[in-house]
């Protein structure tokens, strides 16, 4: 299966902490969407990679940061973790007509 | 910014009737993406619409894009407990390469 793959799949850090989160897109896709969703919410667009640079951002601090590799895997680093960075982040690869998304990574803060 | 709002929230449908979402956008949108997420589970696409007062049909889902492209529906006839989920409209204001944004979706639970 040629699927979006994210890792971990669940993550527990402190607050104040880094993390980074891997994301290989579906076989093909150039472009990497990252979102965060939040229990009971819609997913929040955090940034977009297209041919290894940040084409387009959300309203997500400096604390978000990305990069994607020639290959096209991304990553989303995290720095400074607060508590309400808690939720699911999840990867989506574009391959011109609907998302497919990654089964996410759950990041819990304490 | 742009927006996307969808109502209800919630629904509670008993086996067998009709459940339909609305979604509103801020501003006109290129095209509007519809979304299905299982409990536990991740967003999975269902449709995209891009014409003015298109209309599409996936089996039991009916998919509207309004006439000036700023509000959605999806219409789901005679619902099964296998339609549990919730439900994400999602729109691009731009092109086919602006970002996606999505709405807070609709939760729909299924009475046996």
């Known amino acids: 299966d040629a699927g979006v793959t994210q890792s971990p799949t669940h993550l527990i850090k402190t607050r104040g902490q880094q993390v980074t989160l891997r994301c290989s897109p579906k076989?093909?896709?150039?472009?990497v969407s990252w979102y965060q969703q939040a229990l009971g919410q819609g997913p929040q667009f955090i940034f977009q990679?297209?041919?290894?640079?940040?084409?387009q951002r959300g309203n997500f601090p400096d604390r978000f940061s990305g990069h994607q590799f020639p290959n096209y895997s991304s990553e989303l680093n995290v720095n400074a973790l607060l508590l309400g960075d808690s939720a699911l982040y999840l990867c989506?690869?574009?391959?011109?007509?609907?998302?497919?998304f990654g089964s996410g990574t759950r990041l819990t803060v304490v | 910014g742009q927006q996307v709002m969808q109502i209800p929230q919630y629904q509670h449908v008993q086996e067998g009737e009709d459940f339909t979402t609305y979604c509103n956008s801020s501003?006109?949108?290129?095209?509007i993406q519809w979304y299905k997420q299982r409990p536990g589970g991740h967003p999975v696409f269902l449709i995209q619409?891009?014409?003015?007062?298109e209309v599409k049909k996936q089996k039991r889902l009916t998919f509207q894009f309004g006439e000036a492209k700023k509000n959605s529906s999806l219409h789901i006839t005679a619902t099964q407990t296998t339609d549990v989920g919730t439900y994400f409209c999602?729109?691009?204001?731009?092109?086919?390469?602006?970002?996606?944004?999505f709405g807070q979706g609709t939760t729909l639970q299924v009475k046996p």
């Open positions: 989506a690869s574009d391959g011109g007509y609907g998302y497919t």
């Open positions: 076989s093909g896709h150039d472009t």
């Open positions: 990679y297209y041919e290894e640079e940040e084409r």
């Open positions: 501003t006109t949108l290129s095209n």
């Open positions: 619409l891009v014409k003015s007062g």
């Open positions: 999602a729109g691009r204001r731009s092109s086919n390469t602006g970002k996606l944004i």
